[in-house]
């Protein structure tokens, strides 16, 4: 006959699976309504893209993928939105191979229903490979690093690139970070002046931090959390606000279940059986 | 329901990747291999088109002949595959090597030694947390000092070791939440699409 500890450690975990889908799934269908901690690093953010003089030329480089959609994404379209309330200029490059389809649908999703036109006043710049060694090239010689745009138009045809001479002439640097970008972005454009502001996946928070304490990145927006709070401070709730309750639910559930192993480890050890749940 | 064959398709592979957590199953195998399959195809096209756009069309088309050199110095890499002449790929590799460590080297250790560095020599010590920071920042470096002082000072050194190592554990900690926090944000992404888009039951 086992234990209330040994059955509890050694729950079958498809059960847990259940409990945390549930969990996430009943705020989605009906919202709560939890309040929302702004970070500082994102009240810093918008206060570097809000402090911009209308019409500044901004680089945004849109390193979303498929597997950082869900975070990236919102914020993506919660900066470019406020980039784009403040009128500014945007030239869009992307680093990696996968991060074109997201620029292209921020310009056709975002940047066009808000009357922005292509070529005008945003551009997107063919991909090119090597991330730190373009950024390098960029920030030598941002006309020459690249010459087309992603459909293959010469970039001196793009009434929106006549702007850009020197790097000089870029305001702000927003980096959507994926593998070492920021670091790239750190190490090459910011020494040149230019802000750098970024938004990254939760994973990639403790690796900006560093940076933003030193000043090297003015804020960064980072995760589900990150982008709903943005969305916050533009007044323009979207994906990221609606999935934050069950975010909050989320880290519930998996916070009760940590608590629960842990009295049932800490039983079955003090019962002399041994932790349950150990791999023997 | 979405009358979207995408959205259909979407459906499908996310709940046959998610499956796996119900045990291993078929529809997981396939859906992994179609995944893994579409990255590499996607990944072939990609570096094709760019070495046609930006070496082979110049090339031929504008007499860019100065583009000989990258080309034969990336033919030279797959001449690893060859015993006789395997020595050869370690020209392009010495090229790849030095050439990003010549890009990088001074930009990298500007931004992630000196910054750094300064940044922690210049607290402003009206903040609490620079004195957490600097203690936490100084019991880090001790713990990694493996040479220890006899008697009293070996003592102290031992005991700010300790404060290090929690110090990293915190650390470690946090990163392990923000990594939870990542995958829970990846997870309500799917649902927000299979609920969303395909079963419309989130407005």
């Known amino acids: 006959m086992s234990t209330w500890h040994e059955r509890l450690g050694n729950l079958d975990r498809r059960l847990i699976y259940v409990f945390l889908i549930v969990g996430l799934l009943v705020p989605l269908i009906r919202p709560i309504g939890l309040p929302l901690v702004i970070d500082p690093m994102v009240r810093a953010a918008y206060g570097a893209i809000d402090a911009l003089p209308d019409g500044s030329l901004v680089v945004f480089a849109c390193n979303v993928n498929p597997g950082t959609e869900a975070e990236n994404w919102p914020s993506a379209v919660a900066m470019g939105s406020h980039l784009i309330a403040k009128k500014c200029k945007i030239i869009v490059l992307t680093l990696y191979a996968d991060g074109w389809m997201y620029a292209d649908r921020f310009i056709r999703e975002v940047a066009t229903p808000l009357g922005y036109k292509y070529g005008q006043d945003i551009a997107l710049l063919e991909f090119k490979a090597g991330v730190q060694n373009i950024l390098a090239a960029f920030a030598k010689d941002p006309v020459g690093a690249f010459s087309k745009d992603y459909k293959g138009a010469a970039l001196s045809s793009l009434p929106v690139m006549q702007s850009l001479k020197t790097i000089k002439d870029v305001k702000m640097y927003y980096d959507i970070v994926q593998l070492e970008s920021a670091k790239a972005a750190v190490a090459m454009i910011e020494p040149t002046g230019v802000p750098v502001i970024a938004a990254a996946t939760a994973v990639f928070a403790p690796e900006l931090a560093p940076y933003a304490a030193s000043g090297q990145i003015k804020g960064f927006v980072v995760g589900l959390a990150g982008s709903a709070a943005y969305e916050s401070l533009i007044n323009k709730p979207g994906r990221a606000t609606a999935g934050m309750d069950a975010q909050s639910i989320g880290h519930l559930v998996i916070g009760v279940c940590v608590i629960l192993g842990n009295i049932a480890y800490g039983a079955s050890r003090r019962s002399g059986k041994g932790g349950a749940g150990d791999v023997h | ?203």
Do not use: C
């Not at chain 2, 922690?120 to 220890?148: E, G």
């Open chain 2, 1 to 203: 329901m979405s009358t979207d064959l995408g959205v259909w398709l979407g459906a499908f592979m996310t709940i046959s990747l998610y499956s796996v957590l119900f045990k291993e199953n078929q529809f997981f195998e396939a859906a992994q291999s179609v995944f893994v399959g579409l990255a590499a195809a996607h990944t072939l096209v990609l570096g094709y088109q760019s070495i046609v756009q930006s070496a082979w069309q110049p090339l031929v088309a504008k007499g860019q002949l100065a583009l000989l050199v990258p080309i034969i110095l990336g033919l030279l890499l797959y001449t690893r595959f060859t015993k006789t002449h395997g020595w050869l790929s370690r020209v392009p590799m010495a090229f790849l090597v030095g050439s990003a460590a010549g890009v990088s080297v001074k930009a990298v250790l500007t931004a992630d030694l000196q910054k750094q560095i300064v940044s922690s020599m210049t607290l402003k010590w009206s903040n609490p947390n620079d004195f957490v920071f600097l203690l936490f920042l100084l019991s880090t470096l001790s713990y990694f000092l493996f040479l220890r002082a006899k008697g009293a000072p070996g003592a102290v050194q031992a005991g700010v070791s300790v404060i290090g190592t929690w110090a990293m554990m915190t650390a470690f900690g946090a990163a392990l939440g923000f990594t939870v926090m990542g995958r829970l944000s990846l997870l309500i992404g799917r649902l927000q699409f299979l609920f969303g888009s395909w079963i419309p039951l989130i407005k």
